[in-house]
Nanobody, 124 residues
């Protein structure tokens, strides 16, 4: 069974950090680009970051540049999203997704499997 499972979300104060994990089972992540999306209440789902399949190129949406870092550990079949200097506007459910394509200017495309999401809440 192909499955993506996100973890690492939680409640954090503004300025704090979280590391999200996206673990795959039933398939090998290193054959895919992997993206992170988020969706806040009442808002559309937003692409946050993407990492390419083979050479580790990365994309970030403007609002998280310099604060978030995406990485992959193919040996663990896991992709991470390190989130630093968190802001209340980062509050959302975060999802990871497999993708067939990566574009340097826009990130991931041609999506496949989605995880169930993990809640991130930034609040004092």
């Amino acid at each position: 069974q192909v499955q993506l499972v996100e973890s690492g979300g939680g409640l954090v104060q503004p300025g704090g950090s979280l590391r999200l994990s996206c673990a795959a089972s039933g398939f090998t992540l290193d054959y895919n680009a992997i993206g992170w999306f988020r969706q806040a209440p009442g808002k559309e789902r937003e692409g946050v970051s993407c990492i390419s399949r083979s050479d580790g190129r990365t994309y970030y949406t403007e609002s998280v540049k310099g604060r978030f870092t995406i990485s992959r550990d193919n040996a663990k079949n896991t992709v991470y999203l390190q989130m630093n200097s968190l802001k209340p506007e980062d509050t959302a459910v975060y999802y990871c997704v497999t993708a067939l394509s990566y574009y340097s200017g826009s990130g991931c495309a041609d999506f496949g499997s989605w995880g169930q999401g993990t809640q991130v809440t930034v609040s004092s």
